[in-house]
C-alpha cells in the first residue's frame, strides 16, 4: 500500500512559477514509477508528466513540454513537479499517481494506476 499526499499548490500570476511535491508513504516507493497528472474545471484528468522508479525514463505531455521538470528523490520518497513560465491554462487540480507499470502511468486510466493522490489546487491568473 502507497500513500500519496500532494503539496505545493496555491495561486500564482501568469508566467510566475511554482514547484509541486508528493511525499509518499508505504512500501517499496522506490519500486513504483510516478506520474503527475492535472483536471481542469468541467474537463477530464490528463497526463502531464510522468517518472520511472530510478529517474532515467521521463515523459511529459505536449503542454509541459519545455516548462514543467518531473523529478524524484527516492531517499526522501518524494516525486516533484517544478512548473515554471505558468498559463492560465494550467489552472486545474494536480495529481499524483504511482503505479508498477511505467506504461500504466503514461496512460492514467483511473481505474488502471495503483495509487492517487487527493490533489493540490494550482491557480494562475492572467
Known amino acids: 500500500q502507497v500513500q500519496l499526499v500532494e503539496s505545493g499548490g496555491g495561486l500564482v500570476q501568469a508566467g510566475g512559477s511554482l514547484r509541486l511535491s508528493c511525499a509518499a508513504s508505504?512500501?517499496?516507493?522506490?519500486?513504483?514509477?510516478m506520474g503527475w497528472f492535472r483536471q481542469a474545471p468541467g474537463k477530464e484528468r490528463e497526463f502531464v508528466a510522468a517518472?520511472?522508479?530510478?529517474?532515467?525514463?521521463?515523459s511529459l505531455a505536449d503542454a509541459a513540454r519545455g516548462r514543467f521538470t518531473i523529478s524524484r528523490d527516492n531517499s526522501k520518497n518524494m516525486v516533484y513537479l517544478q512548473m515554471n513560465s505558468l498559463k492560465p491554462e494550467d489552472t486545474a487540480v494536480y495529481y499524483c499517481?504511482?503505479?508498477?507499470?511505467?506504461?500504466?502511468?503514461?496512460?492514467?486510466?483511473?481505474?488502471?494506476?495503483?495509487?492517487w493522490g487527493k490533489g493540490t489546487l494550482v491557480t494562475v491568473s492572467s
Open positions: 499517481a504511482a503505479d508498477a507499470s511505467y506504461s500504466t502511468v503514461v496512460a492514467g486510466a483511473m481505474s488502471d494506476v495503483d495509487y
Open positions: 508505504g512500501r517499496s516507493f522506490s519500486s513504483y514509477h
Open positions: 517518472i520511472s522508479w530510478n529517474g532515467l525514463t521521463r
